[in-house]
């Protein structure tokens, strides 16, 4: 597996990255020093591939880094923070339950 680099396109509002002329990318809304994620698009094979939870961690690391509280609307984000919920936990907005 390839190592990823994470792209923040404001324009589009979505994180990407590119892993062989494939994109994968997660859907973000900025509110209030919150980031709500809302969808990611990735193909099957790339899943398979565990590029899912790379993509997953490097878009949560880059958040926590920025100290941004993270409301994961979508079920990818939702389902990996639930699994490494000691890593995450400070990251969910008060009154935020997973």
Not at 6 to 30: C, G, H
Not at 74 to 82: L, N
Request: charged fraction near 35%; aromatic fraction near 8%; hydrophobic fraction near 40%.
């Amino acid at each position: 597996m390839k190592g990823l680099e994470l792209k923040k396109n404001d324009f589009q509002r979505q994180f990407e990255a590119l892993v062989d002329n494939e994109l994968i990318t997660i859907e973000f809304s900025e509110q209030e020093r919150k980031t709500f994620l809302t969808k990611m698009v990735i193909s099957e094979h790339l899943i398979k591939e565990g590029y899912q939870e790379k993509m997953i961690q490097l878009v949560l690391d880059f958040l926590k880094e920025n100290n941004v509280k993270v409301v994961p609307t979508c079920k990818q984000v939702k389902s990996f923070m639930r699994k490494n919920k000691l890593k995450y936990k400070d990251m969910l907005p008060v009154g935020i339950a997973l």
